[in-house]
């Protein structure tokens, strides 16, 4: 194994601080076992963590992906293909926004 850099020790360090942070929210989805099917959270197997509103939702690998099928298959292709343009968007403008912070003064 490569000897780590001072850079990654202290992400490292940054990110274990996060993952205790958020076990003490109890608001954070970290952690939380799977909404649909009830499975242990796994922290190398896992699908997604969010909120929807300000309730904290945790999905297993399984049944994010599951859901994401089952959305798909009942949305219209209009309906598709307006959701990908407003990501698009929405990711352009996320990109245009970090290009303007770090931009040299
Ligand atoms: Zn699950």
């Known amino acids: 194994m490569e000897p780590i850099t001072e850079e990654q020790r202290i992400a490292a360090e940054e990110q274990q601080a996060a993952i205790e942070q958020a076990r003490k929210d109890p608001l954070h989805p970290y952690g939380n076992p799977c909404a649909v099917c009830g499975s242990e959270h796994d922290e190398e197997n ?17 049944c994010s992906q599951g859901m994401v099928s089952m959305v798909l298959d009942h949305m219209p292709v209009e309906e598709l293909e307006e959701a990908v343009m ?20």
């Open 46 to 62: 896992w699908g997604v963590l969010g909120w929807i509103g300000i309730l904290p939702l945790s999905l297993c690998a399984d």
């Open 86 to 105: 407003i990501r698009k968007a929405a990711e352009a403008a996320e990109m245009a926004e970090i290009a303007e912070v770090s931009k040299p003064e």
